[in-house]
């Protein structure tokens, strides 16, 4: 392998992975030796390692060559960005505020207001806030790197609004049909964060405890919760990629209609299969009394446990009824008006 | 050093806002890269490397270029030329361009 070949070589090891990569090479490498050729021709003198060395120093570095057929040179591009940062602020809001309730609760229900004890649930709520937000702050970045990688150019560039706005479309009537990117946008980061809680940060599903000694972990959910994960992961997963397509193709069709109302009711198959299921939660007074609380407010808690979940439940249960309702009625309206 | 720079940063800010329309322009007879660099240098405009290659790559992705390899004096090469697309852009680019030539001659004499 002479000098040119392995300049080319070092080159395409820094290209981006994108097509193209061996016909870049193949050009650079023509290129160089038509630069060799004109400059043998031009000064007399048979070409040499010398020469070549002179070529290559004046073409410059591999790094810098295969830079500049970077076509993302940022993890996301200015066209997302503020879709990025409207997402992350809501994202970061709502993870952080559910972080410091449940330090508060825990503080408040498990420790006197004043003490060691109480100001070490309040730092490791603070901790668990801060490392949450941390994680979910990454999430939201792959998620958009992910996007900005997916979404073809001309889908970016629709994000950029500020060029494409009409002051005459505040009077028009929104189009049903079409869809809203922020929310679409706002839907994939949050399932994704469900997901990965679900599949990666599991130990999140539950509550510290602090004895004087020792903190005690109680989980929501048993085992057999968990069971039902490779499903929910097949629902979320449904999600994100209709949500993908929607971002795409930008407005809604019979197909998309469709798959909303099989993801809808896979999702209200799967929460009232989760209900029905026995002993999905983890809470007992048995195991409370094990932790650091008296058998009777063991009691209480399992208590309110027990039928929070439930009550929970059937709230989700009737949302998803109402958004499954609304997926089908859609669908209808949208073959009658195609028919 | 950091003033001359930044000079240099803004002369080359200026250049490569024609450097599509020089590019087009001299796109009419399929050229390879190389040779469209010279011809370019030949008229006067000096364009890097690094700057012209993927230029070339990135007006095809546009559809304003069409490119074929060909196989001469036993070296492969990539001919470029500009394609129907690119041929409506450009006078559309040149008019664009002598209005900029009007306005700027009017600002700066």
């Known amino acids: 392998m002479n000098l040119i070949d392995r300049y080319v070589s070092e080159v395409g090891k820094h290209l981006p992975l994108l097509n193209g990569r061996e016909d870049i090479e193949k050009e650079l490498k023509s290129t160089l030796e038509d630069m060799l050729e004109d400059r043998a021709q031009n000064s007399g003198q048979a070409r040499d390692e010398a020469m070549e060395i002179e070529v290559l120093k004046e073409y410059g570095s591999p790094q810098k060559v295969a830079q500049t057929y970077n076509p993302h040179p940022y993890l996301i591009g200015p066209k997302l960005f503020p879709f990025f940062l409207f997402v992350l602020k809501i994202v970061l809001t709502v993870v952080v505020s559910v972080m410091l309730v449940l330090a508060g609760i825990q503080a408040v229900t498990d420790t006197p207001f004043m003490g060691a004890d109480f100001a070490k649930i309040i730092g490791q709520g603070l901790g668990s806030a801060l490392s949450a937000a941390i994680a979910a702050f990454g999430n939201v970045v792959l998620v958009f790197v992910i996007l900005e990688r997916v979404l073809p150019d001309k889908e970016i560039g629709s994000f950029d609004d500020e060029k494409e706005w009409d002051p005459a479309s505040l009077a028009k009537e929104p189009d049903p049909d079409s869809v809203s990117r922020s929310e679409l946008i706002a839907e994939i980061v949050f399932t994704f964060v469900a997901l990965a809680i679900l599949n990666i940060y599991p130990q999140w599903l539950g509550m510290f405890f602090f004895t004087e000694n020792e903190q005690v972990f109680f989980p929501i959910f048993t085992e057999k919760f968990f069971q039902f994960v490779p499903y929910i992961n097949i629902v979320l997963v449904g999600k994100i990629l209709l949500d993908i397509y929607l971002l795409r193709n930008a407005i809604w069709n019979q197909l998309t209609r469709l798959s909303k109302v099989v993801i809808e009711a896979a999702s209200l198959t799967l929460t009232v299969l989760i209900l029905r299921a026995p002993d999905i939660i983890a809470f007992s007074a048995e195991s409370l009394a094990n932790g650091p609380f008296e058998p009777e407010q063991a009691e209480i808690f399992a208590t309110i446990a027990t039928y929070t979940f439930p009550m929970m439940m059937a709230i989700v249960i009737i949302i998803q009824s109402i958004e499954l309702v609304k997926a089908v009625y859609r669908l209808f309206k949208m073959r009658r008006e195609t028919a | ?109």
Not at chain 2, 72 to 84: K, L
Request: overall charge positive; proline content about 3%; aromatic content about 6%.
């Open chain 2, 1 to 109: 050093m950091a003033k001359t720079e930044s000079i240099e940063n803004v002369v080359l800010e200026l250049r490569r806002g024609v450097i599509v329309l020089a590019t087009l322009s001299q796109l009419g007879s399929a050229e390879y890269g190389y040779s469209l660099l010279k011809k370019l240098a030949d008229l006067g405009l000096d364009v890097d490397q690094g700057t012209l290659y993927p230029l070339l790559r990135r007006l095809e992705a546009q559809g304003l270029l069409e490119s074929v390899w060909k196989l001469e004096e036993a070296r492969p090469r990539r001919y470029y030329v500009i394609s129907a697309e690119g041929k409506k852009l450009l006078p559309k680019m040149k008019k664009e361009w002598a209005g900029i030539v009007k306005v700027m001659d009017k600002m700066l004499s």
